[in-house]
């Protein structure tokens, strides 16, 4: 049985090797992985060079740290927010927008084929 737990153990560690092998420099990363229908883990990852205890934070620090206080604290809300907004793109089939800018491209899906 403790095998089983070691494999699982090891797949995890290589599998987020692999994911921090791919992220690029000077950027702050929030990666969502669906585990099933109704969970998901998160990863955080900062590749600046910043030190936010040296140095003032930058805009991305505070929406980075925004943005993980309010899916602390704030879970029932965020998930509300995401279903009304994909009704809302669903319905009128147009870009997401905060305020007044479009949103755009920034959500960019990427299909790697199918899984094997």
Known sequence: MS??????DKITE?????????LLPDRQYIIFNAVDEDNVSMSVYDTTDINPDDTEPTASDLLLYGVLEMLE??????LELGI???EMIRSESQQPYIGTTSLGDNVVKVDFGKKH
Do not use: H, W
Request: proline residues 0%.
């Open 14 to 22: 290589m599998n987020r090797m692999m994911e921090t092998a791919s």
């Open 73 to 78: 604290t704030r879970m029932d809300d965020v």
């Open 3 to 8: 095998d089983d737990g070691d494999l699982f």
């Open 84 to 86: 009304a907004r994909l």
